[in-house]
């Protein structure tokens, strides 16, 4: 089992840059795949970025490719997502997941642990 604690959110103006973190527990942290996600208020929960094992895969959704960039360090434990250019509309709770599954997946039903979530709000 891991446990994942997000940091890194705040407020911030449309244009600006965020770096989260995720800190997860344990020694098996490069046994999992992991993954973003992010909730706004009134929607469902929506995958914005996952990163393999050995982070040489990464995927994104089309509404965050080329601003966002996953990236993770096993040796600390540790996965990154760096925003940039963040407009209103990525107002949202980020969550931080693991998925124990080989393959790298995009979908919520496929990740095992999740964080508590970090708040990030872009003002106009």
């Known amino acids: 089992q891991v446990q994942l604690v997000e940091s890194g959110g705040g407020l911030v103006q449309a244009g600006g840059s965020l770096r989260l973190s995720c800190a997860a527990s344990g020694r098996t942290f490069s046994s999992y795949a992991m993954g973003w996600f992010r909730q706004a208020p009134g929607k469902e929960r929506e995958f914005v970025a996952a990163i393999s094992r050995s982070g040489s895969v990464t995927y994104y959704s089309d509404s965050v490719k080329g601003r966002f960039t996953i990236s993770r360090d096993n040796a600390k434990n540790t996965v990154i997502l760096q925003m940039n250019s963040l407009n209103p509309e990525d107002t949202a709770i980020y969550y931080c997941?693991?998925?124990?599954?080989?393959?790298?997946?995009?979908?919520?039903?496929?990740?095992?642990?999740w964080g508590q979530g970090t708040q990030v709000t872009v003002s106009s």
């Open positions: 997941a693991a998925d124990r599954g080989i393959v790298v997946h995009t979908t919520l039903d496929k990740y095992d642990f």
